[in-house]
């Protein structure tokens, strides 16, 4: 797709510092101009915003398209997954590669950015998990960092037996994060107790979804999120736990936050808008379609809680883990709840979701919408301004944001390939009505006129605004560590029997 032009008339610019009516001009992909009263030329595309905000492209910061996972694929391969992405107003999504354990992470980077340049719709870049160490994974990591235009790596802390590394593994990762300029990320639950959980729900008889939230309770998110946090402050590096499912760990982020460490956490669509009482319905496919590692809540209090953290800036940036599974894959597990397929849609309903749930009930202002939904993510991932402003020289990937049509959610109607959608029924005021990606209009009307392979790969520098600070604050930390002079001691050593 060639990068586009378009002018847009009459609407409400909207960033996360401020908003204002205004035209805005996209020439070639990127921002032109942003003033009033803007002539239209010959030959230029114009489309009126009247009564409409003008969003800068969502940015979805947790995707797993087409990701071979528990024996199967999710369904949402990067064609599809990124025609849902811009149907609902995101622009740019960043996709994770997880080598298996022994896996070159280069091999598994080269087949992940394939799989995406032959078929995104949209702007993308990758994250790379760290699922083994050595001393090849640090080297490769800085290849990944240096010439590949990654800047961020995850460890999980559980999927014991998988994709799990130790605390001690963790440690290691995180310096060499440090290292590099790289934020480390946290799929933070005691994968020990979960694997122990997992055993004991077995035994009693509990075969069903239930058993999945039974297995892994919010103590075991808590926990694990404050041991992360902990390592990484002792390491003194930035850490982004991904995927904040419950009010505990939300808890301890905030704590820490409180305390100075520099953490940054994830709420996502699923959590900010359904819970997880849904596992213990009658339907086992109803129940297995909620099944998501960490488990989605069933205290119906975590969804509003967790938006206020966010409208507090307590938590930071809106994703979705989308990773999608139709019946037939969920039931692999249909006898034993450890083999169901972990994963749930949420990349097209992220923004509706957000603003739903956050903007129409008062807990969300128009820029702090903005903020959750864009802004946060591009700071955090070092592509700001480029992504998630509205500006002159910044890209042109800008939602027409209706804030007063409506739309029910349903799997009839989505653009996912999955055959079921986690927040059917639900209704929402506040959608995208228009999704434009570097200049071209690729959703409007409720018909997408996407190019299967447009989207291009964006590269995130290292040492990001999350660095600030963080080498002043090594010199004053080892500033406190000091030795005590002393008089050696030379009295009596008892002998230890060899």
């Known amino acids: 797709m060639t990068k586009g032009t378009i002018l847009i008339k009459n609407g409400t610019v909207v960033n996360d510092d401020r908003y204002f009516k205004s035209d805005v001009l996209v020439e070639n992909g990127i921002i032109k101009e942003i003033s009033k009263n803007i002539e239209p030329r010959d030959g230029i595309k114009v489309v009126d915003a009247t009564d409409k905000l003008l969003v800068p492209g969502g940015i979805d910061t947790h995707t797993h ?37 022994g896996q070159s992470l280069l091999e598994a980077y080269d087949q992940w950015k394939k799989w995406a340049d032959e078929k995104v719709n949209c702007d993308y870049s990758l994250h790379v998990a760290i699922t083994w160490w050595s001393e090849q994974v640090s080297k490769e990591m800085e290849i990944l960092v240096k010439e590949r235009g990654v800047n961020s790596f995850k460890c999980f802390m559980a999927y014991k037996n998988s994709f799990m590394v130790t605390d001690e593994e ?41 058993g999945h939230e039974l297995s892994r309770p919010e103590a075991l998110e808590a926990e694990a999120t ?22 505990g760990a939300a808890d301890v982020i905030c704590k820490h936050r409180k305390e100075g460490v520099r953490v940054y956490g994830e709420p996502i669509a699923a959590g900010l808008g359904v819970d997880g009482s849904h596992m213990w319905n009658h339907d086992w496919r109803h129940a297995a379609a909620f099944v998501m590692g ?39 597990g249909k006898d034993d709840f450890t083999k169901i397929p972990n994963g749930v849609n949420g990349v097209e309903d992220r923004m509706s979701i957000v603003w739903e749930n956050g903007v129409n009930k008062g807990k969300l202002t128009w820029c702090q919408f ?20 509205i500006d002159v020289g910044c890209d042109g990937d800008i939602v027409i944001w ?38 071209n ?22 040492f990001g605004p999350v660095f600030d600070g963080i080498e002043q604050r090594d010199k004053v930390r080892n500033e406190l560590l000091r030795k005590v002079d002393r008089k050696p001691y030379d009295g009596p050593v008892i002998q230890l029997n060899k």
């Open 170 to 210: 963790m440690y290691h990762i995180f310096k060499r994060c440090k290292e590099l300029g790289a934020i480390a990320q946290v799929h933070a639950e005691n994968g020990d107790m979960v694997f122990e959980g997992q055993k004991k729900m077995l035994e009693m008889g509990i075969t069903g979804p239930e």
């Open 294 to 332: 960490p488990p989605i809540r069933p205290d119906p209090r975590t969804k509003e809680v967790l938006m206020d953290y966010l409208a507090r800036g307590d938590l930071d940036c809106v994703g979705t883990d989308n990773c999608t599974f139709c019946a037939e894959q969920k039931a692999l």
């Open 402 to 439: 209706d804030p007063n049509q409506s739309k029910t959610i349903s799997k009839d109607t989505h653009h996912h390939a999955v055959d079921f959608n986690i927040f059917e029924g639900m209704k929402v005021t506040g959608i995208a009505t228009t999704t434009i990606v570097a200049g």
């Open 441 to 462: 209009i690729v959703w409007s009307d409720n018909k997408l006129s996407c190019v299967k392979g447009s989207g291009q790969f964006v590269p995130r520098p290292p």
């Open 65 to 101: 398209f087409q990701l071979p996972f528990m024996g199967t694929v999710s369904v949402d391969d990067f064609d599809i997954g990124t025609q849902a992405a811009v149907a609902g107003g995101t622009t740019f999504i960043i996709d994770f590669v997880i080598p298996t354990r």
């Open 226 to 247: 404050n041991r992360a946090i902990v390592i990484a402050d002792r390491v003194c590096t930035p850490v982004y736990i991904v995927h904040v499912q419950s009010i």
């Open 370 to 389: 903005v903020r959750a939904t864009s802004s946060e993510a591009a700071r955090i991932f070092n592509v700001y301004p480029r992504k998630g402003r």
